[in-house]
């Protein structure tokens, strides 16, 4: 309502926590807003959770989309 159309949440913050607050939030106003995210800190304890290898990069931005409730970010 402010005018306030630009998010940039990540899966570091408090676990991706953040993104599904975001998410839920966000809801019915998906259309009108921008939202970017970031990858390649540690996101589990394998070491195949952490860096920008495909696979990461690949599974990041799929449990992004799950925690966003969203099918795509812009950036």
Same mark, same amino acid.
């Given at each position: 309502?402010?005018?306030?159309?630009?998010? &940039?949440?990540?899966?570091?913050?408090?676990?991706? =926590?953040? =993104?599904? @607050?975001?998410?839920?939030?966000?809801?019915?106003?998906?259309?009108? @807003?921008?939202? *970017?995210?970031?990858?390649?800190?540690?996101?589990?304890?394998?070491?195949?959770? *952490?860096?920008?290898?495909?696979?990461?990069?690949?599974? *990041?931005? &799929? &449990? *992004?989309?799950?925690?966003?409730?969203? &099918?795509?970010?812009?950036?």
């Amino acid at each position: 309502d402010l005018g306030i159309n630009y998010f &940039d949440p990540a899966d570091m913050y408090t676990g991706g =926590e953040a =993104e599904i @607050v975001l998410g839920k939030a966000l809801k019915d106003r998906r259309q009108d @807003v921008v939202i *970017s995210t970031k990858v390649g800190v540690r996101s589990g304890v394998p070491l195949t959770q *952490s860096g920008l290898s495909r696979r990461h990069i690949m599974a *990041s931005i &799929d &449990d *992004s989309l799950r925690r966003l409730n969203t &099918d795509w970010t812009d950036i």
